[in-house]
T-cell receptor, first 114, second 117 residues
Framework: DVKVTQSSRYLVKRTGEKVFLECVQD?????MFWYRQDPGLGLRLIYF???????EKGDIPEGYSVSREKKERFSLILESASTNQTSMYLC?????????????FGPGTRLTVL | AQKVTQAQTEISVVEKEDVTLDCVYE???????LFWYKQPPSGELVFLIR??????QNEISGRYSWNFQKSTSSFNFTITASQVVDSAVYFC??????????????FGRGTQLTVWP
């Protein structure tokens, strides 16, 4: 079974801190994604990556950066956390083979910025 | 641009009732994929189904069924004889536009389904 793991289920940080959210997948997927989920807004794409060291902005990249140094790991970085970044963060991965495959999701990290 | 609309924000039913979750999409592509995901209270999204635009056959999987109609750009999801364990947020999603980076999905805002015992 595909497994996508995220480093923390719950995280509390202070305004201005640098925050790292880690995501690891074990199925050799090419594509990896970071979303945030807020009540009433559904899933909004922050960044995605289709290969090592490759990244593309999603719909709401402001205030975030990402890193993909290894195929299995995709990190989301909040350079200077702000209270409006309090949210549920979801990581996902998918296989790339010319046909669109479903995304597999991690359990999510609920981040609170105080 | 791709767009997915789930007009039902919340639905409540009593156990054993049938319930249909609506999904309407917009795309200019002739080839695309549609998905449904379930997000139980634990938080992890679970993949339910993927459909490509060339396959309009309805699909049934146990108590779940999906009705894909290109003429109305809809991909509705029906749960028959609902159970308390079906309580979750359900998301409909659409693949990215042709020529874009592969793999991206566009999600609707989700429908919160509550099944009461």
């Amino acid at each position: 079974d595909v497994k996508v793991t995220q480093s923390s289920r719950y995280l509390v940080k202070r305004t201005g801190e640098k925050v790292f959210l880690e995501c690891v997948q074990d199925m050799d997927h090419e594509n990896m994604f970071w979303y945030r989920q807020d009540p009433g807004l559904g899933l909004r794409l922050i960044y995605f990556s289709y290969d090592v060291k490759m990244k593309e902005k999603g719909d709401i990249p402001e205030g975030y950066s990402v890193s993909r140094e290894k195929k299995e790991r995709f990190s989301l970085i909040l350079e200077s956390a702000s209270t409006n970044q309090t949210s549920m963060y979801l990581c996902a991965s998918s296989f790339e083979a010319g046909v669109l495959h479903e995304q597999f999701f991690g359990p999510g990290t609920r981040l609170t910025v105080l | 641009a791709q767009k997915v609309t789930q007009a039902q924000t919340e639905i409540s039913v009593v156990e054993k009732e049938d319930v249909t979750l609506d999904c309407v999409y917009e795309t200019r592509d002739t080839t695309y994929y549609l998905f449904w995901y379930k997000q139980p209270p634990s938080g992890e999204l679970v993949f339910l189904i993927r459909r490509n635009s060339f396959d309009e056959q309805n699909e049934i999987s146990g108590r779940y069924s999906w009705n894909f109609q290109k003429s109305t750009s809809s991909f509705n999801f029906t749960i028959t004889a609902s159970q308390v364990v079906d309580s979750a947020v359900y998301f409909c999603a659409l693949s990215g536009p042709r020529g874009s980076t592969l793999g991206r999905l566009y999600f609707g805002r989700g429908t919160q389904l509550t099944v009461w015992p």
